[in-house]
């Protein structure tokens, strides 16, 4: 079935930069997500990445996405303490579906 | 501007009540969905309507129904709040089409069932 596998923490200094990385099983999913979710509200879509596309850049964010071995990933430059939040990687959906999948999200902690 | 509401932001209710969830989005989105949120859980779907009238079960729905009688709301109800039910829930709309995966969240409910 489909799953979308993402590490659950990660910590980083502020000013480095963040990668956050995804794996995904679904190898026909045509868009590729990132979504934010900051402290007591909902996910909001940060960026995506179409599935023939290998790299999307929009300002501090880098979205690298490997087809081959179904690897997402999301790097953040710069990263300052207004990063910290949990994000949450998903793959679109196919076969008829308008659900995504989504990962259990990775919670980015920044500290000085 | 557009946007997706939910209402009560906080909700403390006793075990066996029945408790009713809104959810407003005035996107003019076909799709809106349930999910809730727990530690160690990710998001996981509890229903979700593709239009008026149309309902569906997603993988957590014991305990949970929804009704779909106009575009813009998608309540949700516990037809009797047990404890395990404590969670924070969001709902989210998305259009029809090839954007469909962009969803667009409320701000969440925290329900605490004692």
């Known amino acids: 079935g489909e799953d979308v596998e993402q590490s659950l923490f990660l910590s980083v200094r502020e000013g480095d930069s963040s990668v956050i990385n995804c794996t995904y099983t679904?190898?026909?999913?045509?868009?590729l997500y990132w979504y934010k979710q900051e402290p007591g509200a909902g996910l909001q879509l940060l960026t995506y990445?179409?599935?023939?596309?290998d790299m999307k850049q929009d300002q501090r964010l880098t979205v690298l996405l490997n087809k081959k071995d179904k690897h997402l990933s999301l790097r953040i430059a710069d990263t300052q303490t207004g990063d910290s939040a949990i994000y949450f990687c998903?793959?679109?959906?196919?076969?008829?579906?308008?659900?995504?999948?989504f990962g259990r999200g990775t919670s980015l902690i920044v500290h000085p | 501007d557009a946007e997706i509401t939910q209402s009560p932001r906080h909700k403390i209710t006793e075990t066996g009540r029945q408790v009713t969830l809104a959810c407003h989005q005035t996107?003019?989105?076909?799709?809106m969905f349930w999910y809730r949120q727990d530690l160690g859980h990710g998001l996981r779907l509890i229903h979700y309507?593709?239009?008026?009238?149309?309902?569906n079960k997603g993988e957590v729905s014991d305990g949970y129904s929804v009704s779909r009688s106009n575009t813009e709301d998608l309540p949700l109800t516990l037809e009797s709040a047990a404890s395990s039910q404590t969670s924070v829930y969001f709902c989210?709309?998305?259009?029809?089409?090839?954007?469909?995966?962009?969803?667009?969240f409320g701000p969440g409910t925290r329900l605490t069932v004692t």
């Open positions: 989210a709309s998305s259009e029809f089409g090839t954007s469909s995966a962009e969803q667009y």
């Open positions: 679904d190898s026909s999913s045509t868009y």
């Open positions: 990445i179409f599935s023939n596309m």
């Open positions: 998903a793959e679109s959906p196919s076969g008829g579906s308008y659900i995504p999948t």
């Open positions: 996107w003019n989105h076909n799709n």
């Open positions: 309507s593709y239009g008026v009238q149309d309902t």
